[in-house]
Structure formats: structure tokens, C-alpha cells
């Protein structure tokens, strides 16, 4: 069932257009991708998916119904942690969350609940000032599950952070997934994307250049299509992906002289850079 | 008003461990509750420094605290949560503004009882400072609503609290001041309080603090207006 559908949206400031004829479909239970570089259009486009801002032209689609025509109960069901959503810096973790709670009508004990799940348990005093990035995140995605949305719009939701808050992040991630939410999500982390995105988007200069799965678009890319290979010795052989090319690889195999081996498909940033011409950043 | 109420407590927890803003609400009380008690000069009239602090309480504290709460809010982006959360703008201004006013009025309530305002009186002169406070309260909301961040909130309240605090005062010194400063809703309620045992106040002390309340609701419509809340 598809919750979000995007027609041929654009989105102008002034002359400068930021979102150019932009289509998307993304159903519930999936997580979503928008990638691009800085300055591609990507919080636009979360800003204009949750009503934040209106676009120039064309149609958006959530719920069965036009963002822009959406009531109060239904953008409760929006959950959106965007990197400049702040947090009250002087009240508590649990503070913080309390006055969600309140206005979504959520009981005391979800709030502890929630701050055990994103592995705040032990700073539920600590005012926010005093939390580290990664501590802050969580408190973020804290106040965004603790509503059980539908929709998860997530804008760079691993920033910044060192890898194993990443791989925290990420498995948060994918246990909402599980329990059927939509995450929309923006990253510039290709290696994120791929991890947990069942679509993706690329977003360039406002204009979307690729779209699909991960793994099926970086095999579309796969001009090579061969098998590198790299020896015990040190010597690094590349074969064709045919089957005149399975004898010789058995052979090594039998040899017990592979190392490593891998098909040169390429991965998403490589995708990028052939459909755009220019590198992630 | 179940949104009104998480704002309002928020905002209590958020000011007990914001001195910038908590000290607003106690400053004037205290002082002028200290001076008070131990200034006694001959001739001074009784709550003199009451009624003098009075004025200045309305025409500062609810300014700042409003503006800069709300400027804050918009420069940490907390408000935006908020808004994005289904808070509507005047929950949000209603619940902060409730805040703002209650903490005022307490401070009121101790300088009347120190000032020696007793029955009727006590009543009058609470409901000079309520009016006054609810003037100023929109007055600060329409600079936060102008207002991206807290500095530009800063160089904002400061002339306007300087103009509604000091030229009440001075014009007790100073019979040009007094004849201009009549313009201020400040001046006004200093005059009402003045007044509050004997009652001599004219129809256009009532339309002069009239005009001013008109002229802030102006004001912060078009604040928020042309700026929205959260713009």
C-alpha cells in the first residue's frame, strides 16, 4: 500500500529552482532513501512531504490525501527528526519527552520505556546540554518513536556520529521496519543506504537521476561485468564473467590460491559520479 | 488546552533553570520590596518605591520573558517541533504568554501586599498590573514574532522596556517627560495606581490606555502576519 506518492512535484525559491519534476511511491513497511550531496534538495523535500512548506507545482500524496489538506490527527502520525529540530537544552531527557507525551496524550511510563530503547536509561536526568551527539540523536529519535508515527521522515539521521552509534542507529532502524513504519529517510552515506534502504532515490541539482533498489541499480551500472581476483602472492587477476572464465577460476580455487574475490560491480557512489559527473560530498 | 497546559508546564521546568528569564520575575518584586522596608525618607508617600517598581515590572519583565522566549525557541528550532507536532500558534503564545502573566502576577501580589494595598484596593491595584502586564505580554510576543534569534530580540526589547520602564519614572522628576511619556500605557497605569484611593482618573486616562492596547494588538498581528510563527 503506497503512503506517500510524489507527482511531478517542483519546488522554486525565486528563479532558483530547488526540486524539479520530482515522482516518488513509497509504501508502507519500506524504508526509503533520498541520497545526494549537499545542497541536492533533500530536506526540501522532507519539509515539503510533512507540509512544512508548500510546492511550486505538481501533486503530493500521503495518506490518500493531499499534504497540504491533512489534519491535525493525521500529521500525528508524522515522526521527523531533522538535524535543526532542537532540543530544550536545559530540561532533562525525560523532560524533553514529557512534553511530547502530553500533547500526544502518551502515558509517563512510555517515556521510560522509550529512553531504555535508544539506550538513554541512564541519562533520563541529564539536561540536554550536557548529552554528546550521538546521545542527542537518540534523545531525537526518542521523541520521534516514542509517538509511534506511521511515517518516519529521518534527515541525516547518522550525521556525524562515530560508527558504532551509527550501527545502533541503523538497527533502531531496521526494528521499525519490522514492526511496519515507513522510514523516509535522506543520507549522504551511501553505505547506509545500501545497508538499509529497499529504494533509493539519487537526488542531483533538484533533479532525481536514479531510482530503485540498491543492488539492482548498482547492477545496472555493472558495465564490466567481470570477476577480480587477488592471490596469496600478491598478484591480482581479473576474468571475464563467462563461462569460458570457470575453468580457470576452479582451478584456483582447487589451488587453494584466492585471497579475495569479487565481481567489479560498482557501488552507489560510483553510480553517482558516472550518472552526474561529480563525487559525493 | 491539553496542548496549552504541556506548554505551560514545560515552560515552568524550562524557567526555574533559566536565570535570564527567572531573574526578570523576581528582580523588581524583590528590590522593591527591599527598598521599601528599609528607605525611609520624610515626606516620601507610603509604597512610593512600590509604586514605582510597579511600573517598571510592566514595563519590562512580560517583555522580556515573552520576546525572549520566543526567540529562542525559534533560534534552537524547538518551536518548530512544536508546530510539527499539531501545536497550534495560539496554543503555543496562549500557553507561554498564561506563563508569563501567572509569574508576573505573583510578583504583584507580594509588591501589593508589601506597598500596603488592602481590600478593594489590593484588587484595583492587582487589576492595573494585570492589564498592564497582558499589554506588555503582546508587546514582547510581537518582537519574538520579528525576531529570528535572541540577539535581534535583545537590540529589540532594549528601547522598547527603556521607553515603557524609565519615562514613567523619570516624568515624576521631570514635567516635559511627563507631558510626552503620557502617551504610554505605563505612564497611565502608574497614574491609576496613584489614584486607586482617591478614584480622580479622567475618560482619557482609560481611552489613552486603550489606544496603546489597541495599537500592540496591531502590532503583533502584523508580527505574526507577515512572519507566521515560525518563519
Redesign the interface.
Known amino acids: 500500500m503506497s503512503l506517500i506518492l510524489v507527482e511531478s512535484v517542483e519546488k522554486k525559491y525565486e528563479d532558483k529552482v530547488v526540486l524539479n519534476k520530482i515522482n516518488l511511491e513509497i509504501n508502507q513497511g519500506e524504508i526509503f532513501g533520498l541520497l545526494g550531496p549537499s545542497g541536492a534538495g533533500k530536506t526540501t523535500m522532507i519539509r515539503l512531504l510533512?507540509g512544512?512548506i508548500s510546492a511550486t507545482a505538481g501533486k503530493i500524496t500521503v495518506f490518500d490525501k493531499e499534504v497540504g489538506k491533512l489534519n491535525?490527527?493525521e500529521?500525528?502520525q508524522?515522526g521527523?527528526m531533522?538535524d535543526?529540530?532542537?532540543?530544550?537544552?536545559?530540561?532533562s531527557c525525560y523532560?524533553n519527552l514529557?512534553?511530547?507525551a502530553?500533547?500526544?496524550?502518551i502515558k509517563k511510563e512510555q517515556i521510560i520505556q522509550t529512553l531504555r530503547a535508544v539506550g538513554l536509561e541512564k541519562a533520563v536526568k541529564t539536561?540536554a546540554m550536557n548529552l554528546s551527539k550521538g546521545m542527542r540523536h537518540r534523545l531525537q529519535l526518542a521523541?520521534v518513536f516514542m509517538?509511534n508515527p506511521k511515517i518516519l521522515f529521518l534527515d541525516e539521521p547518522t550525521s556525524g556520529l562515530d560508527p558504532a552509534t551509527s550501527e545502533e542507529i541503523h538497527r533502531l532502524l531496521l526494528h521499525k521496519k519490522e514492526m511496519g513504519y515507513l522510514i523516509f529517510l535522506t543520507t549522504h552515506n551511501m553505505g547506509e543506504a545500501e545497508k538499509l534502504c529497499d529504494h533509493i532515490a539519487l537526488l542531483n541539482e533538484g533533479k532525481i537521476v536514479e531510482y530503485g533498489q540498491p543492488q539492482e541499480i548498482c547492477r545496472k551500472y555493472n558495465h564490466q561485468k567481470k570477476i577480480r581476483i587477488r592471490l596469496k602472492n600478491g598478484e591480482e587477476l581479473e576474468y571475464e564473467n563467462s563461462r569460458d572464465s570457470a575453468a580457470k577460476i576452479e582451478q584456483l580455487f582447487q589451488e587453494q590460491s584466492i585471497e579475495t574475490i569479487h565481481s567489479t560491480e560498482p557501488n552507489l557512489e560510483t553510480v553517482f559520479m558516472e550518472r552526474t559527473g561529480r563525487r559525493f560530498e | 488546552m491539553?496542548?496549552m497546559?504541556?506548554?505551560f508546564?514545560?515552560q515552568a521546568?524550562?524557567t526555574m533553570?533559566?536565570k535570564a528569564v527567572l531573574i526578570q520575575f523576581l528582580m523588581f518584586p524583590v528590590i522593591s520590596i527591599i527598598m521599601n522596608q528599609t528607605i525611609k525618607v520624610d515626606n516620601l508617600p507610603e509604597g512610593y518605591f512600590i509604586r514605582m517598581f510597579a511600573v517598571m515590572y510592566i514595563g519590562m519583565a512580560p517583555i522580556i520573558a515573552m520576546s525572549s522566549i520566543i526567540a529562542e525557541e525559534r533560534e534552537?528550532?524547538?518551536l518548530?517541533?512544536?508546530l510539527?507536532?499539531?501545536?497550534k500558534p495560539g496554543e503555543y503564545l496562549l500557553g507561554t504568554g498564561t506563563y508569563v502573566w501567572i509569574m508576573c502576577m505573583l510578583g504583584a501580589i507580594c509588591m501589593g501586599i508589601v506597598g500596603g494595598y488592602r481590600g478593594t484596593d489590593l484588587m484595583n491595584f492587582l487589576i492595573l498590573m494585570a492589564v498592564g502586564f497582558i499589554i506588555s505580554i503582546f508587546g514582547g510576543a510581537s518582537i519574538g514574532g520579528f525576531c529570528k534569534n535572541q540577539m535581534v530580540a535583545n537590540s529589540m526589547m532594549v528601547p522598547a522596556m527603556l521607553i515603557l520602564a524609565f519615562v514613567p519614572m523619570m516624568a515624576t522628576f521631570n514635567t516635559t517627560i511627563e507631558k510626552y511619556g503620557q502617551i504610554l500605557y505605563s505612564q497611565q497605569i502608574q497614574l491609576f495606581i496613584s489614584h486607586i484611593n482617591d478614584g480622580k482618573m479622567e475618560m482619557k486616562n482609560y481611552v489613552i490606555t486603550g489606544i496603546n492596547m489597541v495599537i500592540v494588538l496591531i502590532t503583533f498581528v502584523v508580527a505574526y502576519r507577515k512572519n507566521g510563527l515560525d518563519e
Open positions: 510533512t512544512q491535525g490527527t500529521k500525528k508524522f521527523i531533522m535543526q529540530f532542537g532540543l530544550y537544552e536545559r530540561l523532560d514529557k512534553l511530547f502530553d500533547i500526544y496524550g539536561p521523541r509517538t | 491539553n496542548n497546559k504541556a506548554i508546564c514545560k521546568k524550562d533553570k533559566n534552537k528550532n524547538t518548530r517541533v512544536l510539527m507536532s499539531n501545536v
